[in-house]
Each structure stands twice: as C-alpha cells, then as structure tokens.
C-alpha cells in the first residue's frame, strides 16, 4: 500500500508500506502531525550529537537525518515550546544511541563495560550536573540531556521521571543477561519487561512538560487515562516488534514477542506475526475508546476556576499527542533506516554504529 507522509524532505514521498505491516485505520484516521519546529530541530540534534561525540561525525553525516528520530518526536509531541521540543529530541537520540551501545556491548561481551555504564547512568540521573564532563560521551550526553528535561517543571515531576528511569536502566540490564545466556522471556514476562524497556511511562511523563503544566495524581493516574496512554506505548512497541522482527531475528535475538511467541507457544513464524498484528489492531480500537473518556475526564475539570481550566486544557493536549504517538511511530518504522534490513551488507550488525566504541572487544 501506498501512502504520503512527511519524511526527512520538505516534499512528501510516496512510502511503500508492506501488506502484512500495513494499519489502513493510522493512514486514514489518525493524521500526521509535525512540529512547526521540526526542521530547525533535526538540525540542531545534527550538531548536538556531534558536540557530544555520541556518533562518529561520518556517521552523522551519513546517516543521521535517514535515522528520522527527530522526525519520530516531532510527531508526537505537538505543541511543545521549541526548548522542550529540542531537549526530548536530544533525549530520544541519546536513547537510540545507548540502545546500540547496549547491543554492542551484548554482541562483543563486554561485561565489565555494560556494568560500568549502567552504574554511571543511574549516578547521573541523580545528579545530572555532576556528570556533564564524564569522559565516557554516553554518560555525559545523558546528563546534558536529562539536565534540561529537569529544568522545566518541579521537582515532583523530576523525581518521578528518575524513579521511572531507574527501572529502564535495570530492565536493559535484565535483558543483557537473558541475551547472553540466550534465555526467551515467556510471553508474559516479555510483556512487562517490554514496558520498561521502551519506557512506556518515560514517553508518557515527557508529556507533561509539553504542555506546559504537571498534572495533579488525581488525573495523571485516573484509570483512562492510564489506560489511554498504556495503550498508545502498547500499540508502538508491538508494532516495533512486527516491523524489527527480521532484524532481530537475524541479530540474534531473544527480546521480540514474535521471538516469545514462537519460542514457547509454539507458534510458526507467519502465526507469530497474526498475532502481533492482531494486539496492534486491538490497541488501536480500545484506545479510541479510552480517548473518549479522557477528553470526559478534561471536560469535568473545567470547574470555573482558572486551575480547573489550564489541567482541562493540559489533558487535552496529553491525550492529542497520545493519539499522535500512533501515527508518529507508524511512519517512523516506514522511513527510518534502522528498520532496512534488507539494504544492509550485514544484517545483523547495523550501518550506523560505531561497532567498536567503548572499551573495544
């Protein structure tokens, strides 16, 4: 199937989408957004990455913007003010980056360098300003980015997001030890490490700041709302799942719930893929529902104070980006070179990494 979409160009490019990854229901009704911002912050995170030495400059140049992570943010977080907007893309690229050291580090069994770097990342998150000149780049690009996310809203806020990285950072390191004993998650463990792993409440929190206001408890854990945002994470990371399959499974795996599905109920390949496919359908249509109830909730809090009115407003735009997210993350996996396998010489190693860095074999 065919459709346009807003790439790394100025002019729309017809995108190819395979059938068997093809969501008919995001290409018509969920239309995509960018960020007015977007192509002064592809190149500001362009040259961010080069000042934090977090890839190699030919590798900036030659692959950064097909990359498309600023595009994968610009898309979800719709009307935040430009210094948000930049900081979250910074903070996403670094994410990507750290997620091919982790693999890197898998791959070429460096022990004592995973463990290092997860013990640094942690201190940092907890003093971001004490580790700005961390000779590692990783750690001190960390810093530098998860400094200025603090800088926009409490301290509240600030604490929450650091608890809900913490976790990130030791589910990476749950999976690092299920690779290097080659141990598939059951379909269920999979599913809660899955969360943690593509931080599902890291992406829902950074909502926040985007609109401009930190939400009272009341609200931001009312249940639909929970459960509108649970299921925009869900939708991307299973989608996530059907689209890097093949990369993957060629990479050797053991974290897809393709990989679980087959691994222990199983399922052939093209069943696996049935399934995925069918949880993605499903989290589209519940969360159309959940929206529903949400934008109820906004509707209840407009109190006729001038409190009552700005969480209102701040709820909407909460869940405006949720169901940007859908979208957001759809034409990502269509446009981003991290997901063509197919176009690299080694499919199990990919073109934009530095294969090398940190501490070497």
Avoid at 4 to 23: E, K, Q, R, W, Y
Avoid at 61 to 72: N, Q, R, S, V
Avoid at 128 to 145: K, M, R
Avoid at 282 to 303: G, M, P, Q, Y
Wanted: proline share 5%; hydrophobic share 40%.
């Amino acid at each position: 199937m065919h459709a346009f979409s807003h790439g790394s160009s100025s002019t729309p490019t017809a995108i190819a989408v395979p059938p068997a990854l093809s969501l008919p229901v995001i290409e018509s009704g969920f239309p995509r957004q960018l960020h007015p911002y977007w192509p002064r912050l592809q190149e500001k995170t362009r040259t961010w990455l080069l000042e934090k030495r977090l890839m190699p400059a030919d590798k900036v140049e030659e692959y950064a913007d097909g990359l498309c992570y600023t595009d994968l943010m610009a898309g979800y977080y719709i009307g935040a003010p430009d210094e948000v907007m930049q900081a979250i893309a910074d903070y996403s690229a670094w994410f990507f980056v750290w997620d091919d050291r982790h693999d890197r580090d898998i791959v070429h069994g460096r022990h004592d360098a995973w463990r290092s770097l997860r013990f640094q990342l942690h201190a940092a998150l907890d003093e971001p300003g004490g580790h700005l000149h961390h000779p590692d780049p990783l750690v001190a690009g960390f810093a530098d980015s998860v400094g200025r996310l603090y800088s926009f809203l409490g301290q509240s806020w600030n604490r929450r997001f650091a608890l809900h990285f913490h976790a990130v950072i030791e589910a990476y390191d749950r999976e690092f030890r299920n690779r290097l004993t080659g141990t598939v998650p059951t379909v269920e463990e999979y599913l809660e490490l899955r969360r943690l792993t593509f931080a599902h409440w890291i992406w829902t929190d950074l909502l926040e700041p985007s609109a401009g206001r930190e939400l009272p408890d009341a609200v931001r854990l009312h249940p639909e709302f929970r459960r509108a945002a649970l299921l925009s994470q869900e939708f991307a990371a299973w989608y996530n799942d059907l689209c890097s399959l093949p990369k993957e499974i060629a990479g050797d795996e053991v974290h897809n719930l393709g990989i679980s599905l087959i691994h222990h109920q199983g399922l052939t390949l093209e069943e696996a893929v049935t399934e995925i496919r069918q949880r993605v359908e499903e989290c589209i249509s519940e969360f159309l529902t959940a929206e529903k109830n949400v934008l109820r909730l906004a509707e209840d809090l407009v109190d006729g104070t001038g409190h009552g009115k700005a969480t209102s407003a701040a709820v909407r735009a909460c869940v405006a980006n949720m169901r940007n997210w859908f979208s957001s993350v759809y034409w990502f996996h269509h446009e981003s070179g991290r997901y063509m396998v197919d176009s690299w010489d080694d499919r199990s190693t990919p073109p934009y990494v530095n294969n090398e860095a940190a501490g070497g074999k």
